[in-house]
């Protein structure tokens, strides 16, 4: 399996910030990584898809960027919604493989 | 508009079997070019997923659980099912089934649609 990893575990911020999670792969997933975002008590919801591709209705804030095996989520200005967890995940081979999340909490 | 719902037992004896369904509402599951998929998560810990299924009834499965795992479809009904074996307390999870549209690559773009997730418990 690939291995998905995250830095930082928990990122600490304060609204209108720019932030970077990072998210590793084992091996190189080309661009096959996908973002999300979880609230508490609810499914994660698909931000980013290829890498860089912005789901519809996602707000332009948030964009993706790399390829191989170095992912980057930024957030260019964080609002006061945006204090939850991200996860990455590959998708280059099954099975697919989530990040361990990323929790951005307010400083 | 699609959504996802999953049913299913909230409580399971472990060794037992734990079977959950995914109701597909809003539209057919059998349109469009999907897969159809499960993924479970732990109380406080992160994401795994179990398997998925195409609506030709195709499935591939997570290696880890794949001995213990069966996931299904009935076109009739609009719903996919998942089933695992043998379960322990180490099942214990919030079960989500998820939708990959794979209509402009094979490898999708990721999970664009979830349920709300159910927890399934395994305790005597």
């Known amino acids: 399996d690939i291995q998905m990893t995250q830095s930082p575990s928990t990122l600490s911020a304060s609204v209108g910030d720019r932030v970077t999670i990072t998210c590793r792969a084992s091996?190189?997933?080309?661009?096959?990584l996908a973002w999300y975002q979880q609230k508490p008590g609810k499914a994660p919801k698909l931000l980013i898809y290829?890498?860089?591709s912005l789901e519809s209705g996602v707000p332009s804030r948030f964009s993706g960027s790399g390829s191989g095996t170095e992912f980057t989520l930024t957030i260019s200005s964080l609002q006061p919604d945006d204090f939850v967890t991200y996860y990455c995940?590959?998708?280059?081979?099954?099975?697919?493989?989530f990040g361990q999340g990323t929790k951005v909490e307010i400083k | 508009q699609v959504q996802l719902q999953e049913s299913g037992p909230g409580l399971v004896k472990p060794s037992q079997t734990l079977s959950l369904t995914c109701t597909v509402s809003?539209?057919?599951?059998?349109?469009?070019?999907?897969?159809w998929s499960w993924i479970r998560q732990p109380a406080g810990k992160g994401l795994e997923c179990i398997g998925r299924?195409?609506?030709?009834?195709?499935?591939n499965y997570n290696p880890s659980l794949t001995s213990r795992v069966t996931i299904s479809v009935d076109t009739s009904k609009n719903q996919f099912s998942l089933k695992m074996s043998s379960v322990t307390a180490a099942d214990t999870a919030v079960y989500y089934c998820?939708?990959?549209?794979?209509?402009?690559?094979?490898?999708?773009?990721?999970?664009?649609?979830w349920g709300q997730g159910t927890l399934v418990t395994v305790s005597s």
């Open positions: 998820a939708r990959t549209d794979y209509g402009n690559n094979p490898r999708g773009s990721g999970f664009d649609l």
């Open positions: 809003g539209g057919s599951i059998s349109s469009g070019s999907y897969y």
């Open positions: 299924i195409y609506t030709s009834g195709t499935t």
């Open positions: 091996q190189s997933i080309s661009s096959w």
């Open positions: 290829k890498a860089s």
């Open positions: 995940q590959q998708y280059n081979s099954y099975p697919w493989t």
